[in-house]
């Protein structure tokens, strides 16, 4: 478990970033992180793995503390972080390099460097790209190299910054196809992006609005807070759909949030074949 | 197509030797081709033909490699030919033919260990068998791990510097910049292309000096995948060479061999 007490943040002489924000990542869970550009998304992130210390508060990562230094080693190791520009986390001259940099970083004898190297290539589906230069990949392998790079590291936790900014409808199905997947197999998830809609499979969303966080809980309860006026973000249109059908009187469902269910309950209320 | 410095991934004798062995065996090969004489390049120039194959690499794709820096070769055999001794020649002698063609052979020897060096080993390892073998260094306190990843780092930001050089390029074009006109306008143009790209690389820098923090760099000395071992086909390489050198060297100095 990731836990956050009352973390107050500013970057050298600015006005604070964070404050006193409280949020736990809980084992296993996908949440998703939310806000306006510039909120304090990626400086949160930062947070989680010891990147950037709190001025006020505490950070723990499974009961680690980042302002020992000596634990700083292990919470690398234990929080994965998927930056929001591939290309400036991407340090190999081929993807095979890459992707070793971090086990080798942690000291891990050859055999073992080129075990998980295989597997993370196979994790994500990126074998076949394995002796290219990341210069030649599309912006949607960039980050797949990205991702098994993270997962050779053997992180419980990966945080996802904006994994979907600049990707075409493919490239953005094939990342996020590949973070459910690692979910599914234990990984807790942290999903940062200011598109409520990339979120609507999540287990639980958190709102950030300048620096603070101003609501938080499962999808379909965020989005009926949000449609509230509540917070900073619209709601994805199909929530916007569904609640507008409800405020006008239908009753509609409102906590189904794919284009399926949205179907069924409209269908329902059209009196069903 | 294979280019003078560039890196050709193969399954192949050459290929799959440690970096460290193939710097020190190209260092002591450079030797023979400056010293060694006329016997000297002979001999390289078999015993490259020979390799050619254990570097999976074909004679076409050398001498296509080596075709853009003839010129050179040929500048240099003229000016040998021409001037010999720094006086200009009336009229071309045998001597100083038989110099430029010698200087010339040289040059190429260079250039072809070079292309043998650099086609078998991916800049990465070139890069770190270096840092290993400059090791030493380091207790004289020279950083020679920071030192070799960050030039390591650098090769691989050169391509994405260049497409942003591109594009930023293309942008400019696009709101009408034309390259036509005086020195100082295109100056002008070249200032700011440059600052851009100059800020950019710093902010990359920048998050890149976070990202390889988030991957675990310098908490301690990485290990390598090469291990740190050097296999018997290392040791068997690298004595074959230094064999090869030592007969060359002393035939060319004992025997009157030319
Ligand atoms: N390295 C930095 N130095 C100073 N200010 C920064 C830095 N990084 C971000 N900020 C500022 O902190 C605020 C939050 O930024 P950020 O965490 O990147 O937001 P988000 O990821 O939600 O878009 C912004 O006002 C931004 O200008
Ligand atoms: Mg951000």
Same mark, same amino acid.
């Given at each position: 478990?990731?836990?956050?007490?009352?973390?107050?943040?500013?970057?050298?002489?600015?006005?604070?970033?964070?404050?006193?924000?409280?949020?736990?990542?809980?084992?296993?869970?996908?949440?998703?992180?939310?806000?306006?550009?510039?909120?304090?998304?990626?400086?949160?992130?930062?947070?989680?793995?010891?990147?950037?210390?709190?001025?006020?508060?505490?950070?723990?990562?499974?009961?680690?503390?980042?302002?020992?230094?000596?634990?700083?080693?292990?919470?690398?190791?234990?929080?994965?972080?998927?930056?929001?520009?591939?290309?400036?986390?991407?340090?190999?001259?081929?993807?095979?390099?890459?992707?070793?940099?971090?086990?080798?970083?942690?000291?891990?004898?050859?055999?073992?460097?080129?075990?998980?190297?295989?597997?993370?290539?196979?994790?994500?589906?990126?074998?076949?790209?394995?002796?290219?230069?990341?210069?030649?990949?599309?912006?949607?392998?960039?980050?797949?190299?990205?991702?098994?790079?993270?997962?050779?590291?053997?992180?419980?936790?990966?945080?996802?910054?904006?994994?979907?900014?600049?990707?075409?409808?493919?490239?953005?199905?094939?990342?996020?196809?590949?973070?459910?997947?690692?979910?599914?197999?234990?990984?807790?998830?942290?999903?940062?992006?200011?598109?409520?809609?990339?979120?609507?499979?999540?287990?639980?969303?958190?709102?950030?609005?300048?620096?603070?966080?101003?609501?938080?809980?499962?999808?379909?309860?965020?989005?009926?807070?949000?449609?509230?006026?509540?917070?900073?973000?619209?709601?994805?249109?199909?929530?916007?759909?569904?609640?507008?059908?409800?405020?006008?009187?239908?009753?509609?469902?409102?906590?189904?949030?794919?284009?399926?269910?949205?179907?069924?309950?409209?269908?329902?209320?059209?009196?069903?074949? | 197509?294979?280019?003078?410095?560039?890196?050709?991934?193969?399954?192949?004798?050459?290929?799959?030797?440690?970096?460290?062995?193939?710097?020190?065996?190209?260092?002591?090969?450079?030797?023979?081709?400056?010293?060694?004489?006329?016997?000297?390049?002979?001999?390289?120039?078999?015993?490259?033909?020979?390799?050619?194959?254990?570097?999976?690499?074909?004679?076409?794709?050398?001498?296509?490699?080596?075709?853009?820096?003839?010129?050179?070769?040929?500048?240099?055999?003229?000016?040998?030919?021409?001037?010999?001794?720094?006086?200009?020649?009336?009229?071309?002698?045998?001597?100083?033919?038989?110099?430029?063609?010698?200087?010339?052979?040289?040059?190429?020897?260079? @250039? *072809? $260990?070079?292309?043998?060096?650099?086609?078998?080993?991916? #800049? =990465?390892? /070139?890069?770190? +068998?270096?840092?290993?073998?400059?090791?030493?260094?380091?207790?004289?306190?020279?950083?020679?791990?920071?030192?070799?990843?960050?030039?390591?780092?650098?090769?691989?930001?050169?391509?994405?510097?260049?497409?942003?050089?591109?594009?930023?390029?293309?942008?400019?074009?696009?709101?009408?910049?034309?390259?036509?006109?005086?020195?100082?306008?295109?100056?002008?143009?070249?200032?700011?292309?440059?600052?851009?790209?100059?800020?950019?690389?710093?902010?990359?820098?920048?998050?890149?000096? @976070? *990202? $390889?923090?988030?991957?675990?760099?310098?908490?301690?000395? #990485? =290990?390598? /995948?090469?291990? +740190?071992?050097?296999?018997?086909?290392?040791?068997?390489?690298?004595?074959?060479?230094?064999?090869?050198?030592?007969?060359?060297?002393?035939?060319?100095?004992?025997?009157?061999?030319?």
């Amino acid at each position: 478990m990731i836990v956050l007490e009352g973390v107050t943040f500013s970057y050298d002489g600015g006005p604070p970033v964070l404050k006193d924000v409280d949020l736990s990542v809980g084992e296993g869970e996908y949440l998703g992180l939310a806000g306006p550009n510039g909120c304090g998304k990626t400086t949160l992130a930062m947070h989680l793995n010891g990147l950037l210390r709190p001025r006020a508060g505490t950070v723990t990562v499974d009961g680690l503390s980042v302002a020992d230094p000596s634990s700083l080693r292990k919470i690398r190791a234990l929080v994965g972080m998927v930056f929001q520009d591939p290309d400036s986390q991407i340090v190999g001259m081929t993807v095979e390099e890459d992707v070793a940099f971090g086990p080798l970083n942690l000291g891990l004898p050859p055999r073992e460097v080129r075990r998980r190297l295989e597997e993370s290539l196979e994790q994500v589906g990126i074998a076949h790209l394995r002796r290219r230069s990341p210069h030649t990949l599309s912006g949607g392998e960039k980050r797949l190299v990205a991702v098994a790079g993270v997962l050779a590291m053997r992180p419980r936790y990966i945080v996802f910054d904006e994994p979907a900014a600049f990707l075409d409808q493919a490239g953005r199905a094939l990342v996020l196809g590949v973070m459910n997947r690692l979910h599914r197999e234990g990984i807790t998830i942290v999903h940062i992006t200011h598109d409520l809609a990339d979120l609507v499979a999540a287990d639980r969303l958190v709102v950030m609005e300048a620096g603070t966080v101003t609501l938080q809980g499962p999808p379909p309860e965020v989005f009926g807070a949000l449609m509230e006026g509540e917070g900073p973000l619209a709601p994805p249109p199909l929530a916007r759909l569904l609640w507008g059908l409800k405020r006008d009187g239908f009753p509609v469902r409102t906590d189904v949030l794919t284009v399926d269910g949205a179907r069924l309950t409209i269908g329902a209320l059209l009196g069903g074949r | 197509m294979l280019r003078f410095g560039d890196y050709t991934p193969r399954d192949s004798l050459l290929h799959g030797l440690d970096a460290r062995v193939k710097i020190a065996a190209s260092a002591i090969l450079s030797v023979v081709a400056l010293t060694g004489g006329w016997s000297g390049l002979a001999a390289l120039t078999i015993a490259g033909a020979l390799s050619l194959r254990g570097a999976g690499l074909s004679f076409k794709e050398v001498l296509g490699a080596m075709k853009p820096l003839l010129f050179f070769a040929f500048l240099l055999f003229t000016m040998h030919a021409f001037f010999h001794e720094g006086r200009p020649l009336i009229d071309v002698t045998g001597a100083g033919v038989l110099a430029g063609l010698y200087t010339a052979w040289q040059y190429l020897a260079l @250039v *072809a $260990v070079g292309i043998f060096l650099t086609a078998t080993t991916p #800049p =990465s390892e /070139l890069v770190a +068998g270096l840092g290993r073998l400059l090791r030493p260094l380091e207790r004289w306190g020279v950083p020679v791990g920071d030192i070799s990843f960050m030039v390591a780092v650098s090769l691989r930001f050169i391509p994405l510097l260049l497409g942003e050089y591109e594009r930023l390029r293309a942008a400019r074009a696009a709101r009408g910049a034309d390259w036509e006109g005086g020195v100082a306008k295109r100056l002008g143009l070249a200032v700011g292309l440059v600052i851009p790209l100059l800020l950019g690389a710093f902010r990359r820098a920048d998050d890149l000096a @976070v *990202a $390889v923090e988030a991957r675990g760099y310098g908490h301690r000395a #990485p =290990s390598s /995948l090469r291990g +740190g071992e050097m296999g018997s086909p290392d040791r068997r390489f690298l004595a074959a060479v230094a064999s090869l050198a030592l007969v060359v060297i002393v035939l060319h100095h004992a025997l009157p061999l030319p």
